[in-house]
T-cell receptor
Framework: GNSVTQMEGPVTLSEEAFLTINCTYT??????LFWYVQYPGEGLQLLLK?????DKGSNKGFEATYRKETTSFHLEKGSVQVSDSAVYFC????????????FGTGTQLKVEL | EPEVTQTPSHQVTQMGQEVILRCVPI?????FYWYRQILGQKVEFLVS????????KSEIFDDQFSVERPDGSNFTLKIRSTKLEDSAMYFC????????????FGSGTQLSVL
């Protein structure tokens, strides 16, 4: 079946540091890939997505590239801010669409001044 | 921005008791979902609901679970006889179409079964 593996947290960074959160997946066919973010006390929000190989999703300075050859979708940001402190979830949707998402465990990011 | 609302934010219950978790999806959405996350584990799909019936469910969603849309605004998850292993954060979500690009989540209900 489908699965998503992401790096364990918590990750603690200083403001303006470079962020990478690794995510790899196992799936048949051509899944869509997502990063969701959960700020304290709020629901999961879609951060970015990519629907086919080599697509790059981007939003709010975050980027992730759909790499089919390495089955990866690593999240990156060049300069994090304190306001980026949240839990980040990597997820995939199966080939053909639908909303039965498969999630990773989530990675907590804490950004300090 | 419209949001999915879940109540309560925390629910504590005794093993064997029935619980109902409540969700108010975004008003013009047609597809509704429940996911859960046991502490330290992955967020798992439980069930999807469309046109007043379950469209898909996972193997977790056994006879102890049921969902209902009792009126035009609420979407509920009922657990008939809770077990310790049902302790988790339960997330409701909704979308206006089957596309996975427009899934909106609530902030979750933390269920603790003692």
């Amino acid at each position: 079946g489908n699965s998503v593996t992401q790096m364990e947290g918590p990750v603690t960074l200083s403001e303006e540091a470079f962020l990478t959160i690794n995510c790899t997946y196992t799936a048949t066919g051509y899944p869509s890939l997502f990063w969701y973010v959960q700020y304290p006390g709020e629901g999961l929000q879609l951060l970015l997505k990519a629907t086919k190989a080599d697509d790059k999703g981007s939003n709010k300075g975050f980027e992730a590239t759909y790499r089919k050859e390495t089955t990866s979708f690593h999240l990156e940001k060049g300069s994090v801010q304190v306001s980026d402190s949240a839990v980040y979830f990597c997820a995939l949707a199966p080939t053909g669409g639908g909303n039965k998402l498969t999630f990773g465990t989530g990675t907590q990011l804490k950004v300090e001044l | 921005e419209p949001e999915v609302t879940q109540t309560p934010s925390h629910q504590v219950t005794q093993m064997g008791q029935e619980v109902i978790l409540r969700c108010v999806p975004i008003s013009n959405h047609l597809y509704f979902y429940w996911y859960r996350q046991i502490l330290g584990q992955k967020v798992e799909f439980l069930v999807s609901f469309y046109n007043n019936e379950i469209s898909e469910k996972s193997e977790i969603f056994d006879d102890q679970f049921s969902v209902e849309r009792p009126d035009g605004s609420n979407f509920t998850l009922k657990i008939r006889s809770t077990k310790l292993e049902d302790s988790a954060m339960y997330f409701c979500a909704s979308s206006d179409g089957g596309s996975n690009e427009k899934l909106f989540f609530g902030s979750g209900t933390q269920l603790s079964v003692l």
